[in-house]
């Protein structure tokens, strides 16, 4: 009874600890609901301020790409502003030159007018019938005169008015005046002038004057005008005698204008000269003459830098009739082609327009200003456009260059075929003594002999053509020196005692001694030993016929070859010399092509 009652009231407890958590769980549901509801509350807060957050983003992105526009337009703006004010500046900055030219330079174009007017044909008629007073000849030469003392042109202009009304007291002040300021341009304007007016003596004195006053190092573009209107006989037979003789006296260094201290310019002449010469000689190619360069080893280097050397006449030879098709030199006198005064009157063109050096710096500098303005003040583009339209006829040109461009190079400089020519029977002597050097150094490199060397048997070659040996001889004496060779190792081939004795008695001792006494697989193995060394002693007693035999095949295959090496090299050998001896007699065409201008 009494644990029945104590089980009832443990049931009852027990069912009370139930009920209190099922009160204090849903007390906690209740709690938890909340907690939901508030958790609702905070998500949907969550996704508000999400949204909120994606707008705010939305109009930062529009704020700075309304900000980068900003940027922009001001780089843009600040870049244009920028640009109109260098347009701006070189605006003012031309006008500002261009008011300066016309103040310092516009009588200039006044006495090139005057200048370009007097020196022509039709003024000279115009004045020699009285068409056209000389008083005014005399004052229109004066007024310029007085407007630019310090420009050359002026006196010069002047001293042909002078001519024109025969003043030559006054004349021969105006043109000392003239050469005072600027001789070379002075002189040059006299001898073209005089030229243009049939006074070819007069006009042959002043280019003696002309030449003399320049540096051969350092010849304009102007020279090369001047030369071609010699060249063409334009100027009269004594200016071109003296052209020749100066250009000659240049050429050999007796200017005592040059700048060029270290070197003389016949050595320098001679060192270009033998160079150009040396580019123009004949290659071998690799696999031309490839048995000889097989046979005669070390030598063949030698060889083919003698055939190289003597192929620079020829070579020369053919170059100048290529580029001089109506040879070294035309008829003399009234045979000889006259140009028709054109390159004179470009000459004088060329000179009478040509700027002053502050004249040119001024031009310079307004055209760089014009660029800048018709690229909008871009700097840059600007610079790239003027470099761009410079040309490079200012860059002066030393003689020596001038002259190895005229022959070996005419396409880079702007030159007739007369003054080519010129300049052909300028370097002559330099070119002929060159070609000798080289043919000279072809001739004592040479060896007198060669010494071709196939399958280890040497003989020597003569490399004289007149004196080379006959080839069945030498061919003969290889295949007797090789089947000489071969019957010797054929008669070293003999039976090897020692090695057959040695077999058999290693071969009877294993028989006897070991194979008996052995088990298993070593019985075999010394079994198989011993078949063969007897097999060896057994070859080697009888494969004497067959050794002998193959010898003599390859001393027949080595025969063969050799003598068909030979053959062939000592051929290639007759070709190489006969080559360059007929090479080597080109020079005697090429001093014979130039004796033309010897006789001159």
């Known amino acids: 009874m009494d644990d029945g009652l104590d089980l009832d009231s443990a049931l009852q407890r027990l069912g009370e600890r139930i009920e209190g958590v ?3 769980q849903g007390r906690h549901e209740a709690k938890l609901d909340g907690f939901w509801e508030g958790l609702h509350d905070v998500e949907a807060d969550v996704v508000k301020l999400g949204s909120e957050v994606s707008h705010v983003r939305q109009e930062i992105a529009g704020l700075e790409s309304e900000v980068a526009n ?11 502003y920028g640009r109109d004010r260098e347009v701006s500046k070189a605006q003012a900055e031309l006008s500002r030159l261009t008011t300066e030219w016309h103040a310092n330079f516009a009588q200039r174009k006044q006495a090139r007018a005057l200048a370009r007017s007097l020196v022509h044909t039709l003024t000279a008629q115009a004045i020699y019938r009285n068409v056209v007073n000389t008083a005014t000849v005399r004052a229109c ?5 007085l407007l630019e003392p310090t420009y050359w042109l002026a006196p010069a202009t002047m001293a042909v008015a002078a001519k024109f009304r025969e003043e030559e007291e006054q004349g021969e002040r105006a043109r000392a005046h003239a050469c005072a300021l600027d001789a070379a341009k002075a002189n040059l304007f006299f001898s073209l002038t ?31 005008v001047v030369l071609d209107a010699i060249a063409g006989r334009e100027l009269g037979e004594k200016a071109l005698g003296y052209t020749q003789q100066v250009m000659a006296r240049w050429n050999r260094g007796g200017s005592p204008l040059s700048t060029d201290t270290n070197a003389s310019p016949g050595i320098r002449s001679g060192a270009n000269l033998e160079s150009r010469l040396l580019n123009l000689r004949g290659r071998l190619a690799e696999n031309r003459y490839a048995a000889l360069r097989k046979t005669c080893g070390d030598q063949w280097e030698v060889l083919r830098g003698c055939w190289e050397l003597s192929t620079v006449a020829d070579r020369t030879l053919t170059h100048l009739e290529h580029k001089f098709p109506d040879g070294f030199d035309v008829a003399d006198g009234a045979d000889r082609p006259v140009s028709n005064g054109g390159h004179v009157e470009s000459a004088l063109e060329r000179l009478i327009d040509q700027l002053e050096p502050d004249e040119a710096d001024m031009r310079e500098r307004m055209r760089r200003l014009e660029r800048v303005i018709d690229h909008g003040g871009d700097l840059v583009a600007a610079n790239k456009a003027h470099e761009s339209s410079m040309t490079p006829d200012a860059a ?8 190895d461009q005229a022959v070996f190079e005419p396409d880079e400089v702007r030159l007739g075929q007369p003054a080519r020519r010129m300049a052909l029977q300028a370097i002559w002597p330099d070119l002929e003594e060159a070609a000798q050097r080289l043919v000279t150094a072809s001739r004592e490199r040479l060896p007198r002999h060669i010494t071709l060397s196939v399958a280890n048997w040497d003989c020597s070659v003569p490399t ?9 001889r030498l061919v003969n ?4 020196h090789i089947e000489r060779q071969t019957q010797v190792r054929s008669d070293a081939v003999v039976r090897r005692w020692p090695r057959v004795i040695g077999a058999l008695v290693i071969g009877a001792i294993t028989l006897a001694l070991v194979v008996p006494f052995a088990d298993g697989a070593a019985r075999w193995i010394f079994a198989l030993l011993t078949i063969g060394l007897f097999t060896g002693a057994v070859w080697e007693f009888g494969s004497v016929p067959f050794r002998r035999r193959r010898v003599r095949d390859q001393g027949d295959r080595l025969r063969h070859e050799a003598v068909a090496t030979m053959d062939k090299a000592l051929r290639q050998c007759e070709d ?3 080559d360059w001896h007929d090479a080597v007699e080109q020079l005697d065409l090429l001093t014979r092509w130039g004796e033309s201008h010897k006789r001159h």
Not at 70 to 80: A, G, K, P, Y
Not at 201 to 206: D, L, N, S
Not at 477 to 480: K, R
């Open 464 to 472: 004289d053509p007149q004196l080379m040996v006959q080839r069945g």
């Open 22 to 24: 099922e009160r204090g």
């Open 141 to 145: 030469s004066e007024e310029r005169l």
């Open 70 to 80: 900003t940027r922009q337009t001001l780089d843009t703006f600040i870049e244009q």
């Open 477 to 480: 004496e290889l295949a007797t």
């Open 194 to 224: 005089c030229s243009r007016l049939g006074d070819e003596t007069e006009a042959a004195a002043w280019m003696d004057l002309y030449l003399q006053s320049l540096n051969p190092d350092e010849l304009g573009q102007d020279f090369l």
């Open 396 to 403: 002066p040109v030393a003689l020596m260059t001038l002259l």
């Open 576 to 578: 190489l010399f006969r």
